[in-house]
């Protein structure tokens, strides 16, 4: 493969990093220290990004075409297509009232607040198993169960964390994730064996997430704008568990969103319009009753809104902070900014435990900046991993486990984070709003696994995990008499 024109810029490749430096800087100022949650707060930061390093930049014309092509890419343009369909899904199950349904049914079974956090995180860490997506699980979690748990009392930023850390526990397990496939093609292994052998850790995850969960539930105790009392609901809302049903069904057979979204949405409208939910139009009407399509005004002035108009618009604050933070992605590994951070710490791993270190090093911190896994883990895994394996003496399927767990921290619980963007925008258009600084810290599940997985280096866990199924040429490649560092049985 031909290898890409370097983006060039006064004074080195390390100014590549400028937009993440200028990014993480202000948006620290905006949604931290000015405590904003408006588009705003992100989208000036992100942008502000891509202006200022433009003046490095030795070839202006170049710079442009960089962004574009990062705007433009499969990766930028594949979520930002799933967003929309699922935003629109989720305000049809927004506005139907299946969360007050939820939240009633929850309530006449004497279900509080923790145990419904508990449940919230076991379904989301269910369907992002079957479903192999995560921001699939944050739209059905943050759609259905957050204003369902709002109404039942539970705190709002350990409810959303709970649903983020759903996602996070199937988007490392599922065999149909992208993280699962990229991690263990990067070192040639099977996606099944990658999968049985990363079992244990994440279950060892969530054995301390759970009891966490509880015991900071228990401490803050019940958010006193909702409770049972607030749980009323029209018994015909709980007909749309139907499509729900239906749409989840369709994503864990297909592992397609899109499709399984789209004929949630079609499915939902034909459930909620015959029992009274939704009605499907509304031509200058005062009706509460939400329509899928609305027309009102005057003149100039006439609008077309309606429930789907709302689900698309609900995403645009996460749809063009993804544009423009995928520039940044492209600046950065155009400018090889990506390979300078690579090479620094590829530097320092000198034995099987450096090794490991260096490699959950590499991931969390592109991860991290990029607020994205799958990149990273393509980045690190067949140039950085997968040598170091092998010199070390380190299992593929250890290394595939190793990137792809720690490639679930920061990525998920980071305030910048796409996914934590996503998230913050379905709090927000629910009523019960939340900020990222109060989210990061109750995304439980995200700090457990690291937790389990420096654990796991220290103590030499699964360094030989499954070196039997390796076929004999490969298997030697590993077990070479003259691997540098430590006893690794």
């Keep these: 493969m031909e290898e890409k024109k370097l983006l060039e810029f006064y004074g080195g490749r390390g100014m590549s990093l400028l937009p993440f430096a200028i990014f993480i800087v202000m948006i620290i100022t ?29 070839d202006k014309k170049y710079y442009s075409e960089v962004i574009i092509e990062g705007m433009a890419s499969k990766d930028c343009l594949v979520p930002i297509v799933c967003w929309i369909f699922a935003g629109a899904f989720s305000r049809v199950l927004r506005v139907s009232g299946l969360a007050s349904g939820i939240a009633g049914v929850a309530a006449g079974f004497g279900v509080g607040p923790t145990a419904f956090l508990i449940i919230t995180f076991a379904a989301s860490a269910l369907f992002a198993t079957a479903s192999g997506t995560g921001f699939g699980t944050i739209a059905a979690g943050m759609g259905v169960l957050y204003p369902a748990g709002v109404a039942l009392g539970c705190n709002h930023p350990l409810l ?21 496939i990229c991690s263990a093609t990067t070192q040639g292994v099977d996606v099944p064996g990658v999968v ?92 509460e009753i939400p329509a899928v399509i609305t027309v009102s005004g005057e003149g100039l002035d006439r609008t077309v809104g309606g429930v789907l108009y709302d689900g698309v618009a609900s995403m645009i604050q996460v749809i063009v902070l993804c544009l423009l933070l995928f520039g940044s992605i492209s600046i950065m590994r155009r400018g090889r900014g990506d390979i300078l951070i690579l090479n620094a710490l590829g530097k320092i791993a000198k034995t099987a435990t450096g090794a490991e270190w260096v490699v959950s090093l590499m991931v969390i ?31 593929p399927y250890r290394m595939a486990n190793l990137m792809d767990a720690q490639s679930n921290t920061l990525a998920y619980c980071l305030p910048w984070s796409p996914a934590m963007i996503y998230t913050l925008s379905f709090a927000k258009d629910s009523g019960a709003p939340l900020t990222g600084i109060e989210v990061t810290p109750m995304v439980i599940y995200c700090f457990a696994m690291f937790i389990v997985m420096c654990i796991s280096i220290m103590a030499k866990i699964g360094r030989r995990d499954l070196m039997d199924q390796l076929t004999p040429e490969m298997r030697a490649e590993y077990d070479h008499e003259d691997r540098v560092g430590e006893i690794v049985q």
């Design 365 to 395: 911190v592109l991860s991290g900046i990029m607020g994205l896994n799958a990149p990273a883990i393509l980045a690190v895994g067949a140039s950085f991993a997968k040598p170091l394996g092998k010199q070390h003496g380190i299992s």
């Design 30 to 58: 905006t949604t931290f220290i000015w405590a904003s949650i408006s588009d705003g707060a992100l989208w000036v930061p992100a942008f502000s990004a891509l202006i200022i390093p433009f003046f490095f930049a030795k």
């Design 196 to 287: 049985r052998s990363r079992l244990k850790y994440c279950v060892a995850a969530t054995i301390i997430t759970v009891p966490v969960f509880i015991v900071v539930s228990m401490v803050k105790g019940a958010d006193p704008s909702g409770t049972a009392e607030n749980a009323a609901y029209n018994p015909w809302t709980l007909i749309m568990l139907i499509p729900v049903a239906i749409t989840i069904y369709i994503a864990v057979k297909t592992g397609d969103i899109i499709v399984a979204t789209t004929i949630g949405i079609v499915i939902g409208f034909v459930f909620a319009i015959p029992t009274g939910l939704i009605d499907f139009i509304h031509l200058d009407s005062s009706s």
């Design 160 to 180: 959303a964390g709970a649903i983020i850390s759903g996602a996070a526990f199937g988007d490392n397990l599922a065999p149909i994730s992208d993280t699962t």
